[in-house]
């Protein structure tokens, strides 16, 4: 099994999984697009969500597939400028990173205006090697929920608006049996190369709505007790940069107009 968050200590155990214990939902049924509007807080959409024709949890699939699919010497756990991050990316959205490391990370990224953002406050996955014990789905799904749980001191903050309880935007992938993962050769956890399914995601994932013309910045982290306690720290410098522009104007305060999904089908790991 490979059983990781962002940054996460490699080679720790698994504990026993106690499977009398009731099995986690394996599915979020759509809702449709809306934005979790608060006073404090920068516009996101509401957890559960069908931003663009897929479900918050599909995108948070998606995003596994992105990270976990891309080699390691380019893979955006790496990316310690945010180089790399314009790679790969879907249609209208733009996936942020976290680490592979305990450090903090600072990055700058450009994107375009209207695209929106998607932020992995935590996460976990996991991954099922031919060499790992049976195990069912439902097992899995447990044992992330169980380390999910434990989560302290998550934090997202936009232009330094806070996200409002946002370790209750937990997202976990919507497929019955799982996803295939389809890891290179060059992986960041140095298995073979090869199509992986049964494999699973959960976390605090968020979609923002997109940002205006201008320079924002975006920090967001927080600590798991059930992976040693480690701590996630990032920091994005976007600039949203109208085509054809080469460098960004200054700060404007952050917008506050709502968006609709337009419901088209982004171009994203939609397959299993």
């Known amino acids: 099994m490979i059983d990781t968050l962002p940054a996460r200590q490699r080679g720790t155990q698994r504990p026993a999984l106690d499977k009398s ?5 394996q599915a979020l049924e759509p809702l449709e697009s809306r934005l979790c509007l608060s006073a404090a807080a920068a516009n996101v959409y509401a957890q559960g969500s069908t931003v ?7 995108w948070a699939q998606a995003w596994s597939k992105y990270v976990y699919e891309t080699p390691a010497p380019t893979n955006p756990l790496h990316d310690a400028t945010g180089a790399l991050a314009a790679a790969n990316q879907p249609k209208g959205v733009f996936f942020l990173a976290g680490s592979d490391s305990t450090a903090k990370v600072d990055r700058t990224v450009t994107v375009k205006p209207g695209t929106k953002l998607f932020i992995p406050v935590l996460t976990n ?7 790992d014990e049976p195990i069912t789905i439902g097992q899995i799904r447990e044992f992330l929920d169980q380390q999910m749980d434990t989560t302290t001191g998550a934090f997202l903050t936009i232009d330094g608006k806070a996200v409002s309880d946002v370790a209750s935007h ?4 919507p497929n019955p049996s799982g996803f295939t ?7 960041i956890f140095g298995v073979p190369a090869g199509s992986y399914p049964k494999s699973a995601t959960d976390g605090i994932f968020v979609m923002a709505q997109p940002l205006t013309p201008g320079q924002h910045t975006i920090h967001f982290g927080g600590t798991i007790p059930a992976a040693g306690n480690f701590t996630l720290d990032v ?6 940069v109208p085509p054809g522009k080469a460098d960004p104007p200054a700060p404007p305060a952050f917008s506050t107009k709502p968006i ?5 089908d982004d171009k994203a790991c939609w397959d299993d």
């Open 125 to 131: 996955i996991w991954i099922t090697l031919p060499t």
């Open 181 to 187: 993962t389809n890891l290179p050769a060059d992986n």
């Open 170 to 173: 937990r997202e976990v992938d």
């Open 260 to 264: 609709k999904s337009d419901g088209k």
């Open 21 to 25: 214990q009731s099995q986690r939902p």
């Open 52 to 58: 663009d024709g897929h479900s918050l949890g599909e």
């Open 235 to 240: 920091t994005y410098h976007v600039n949203v």
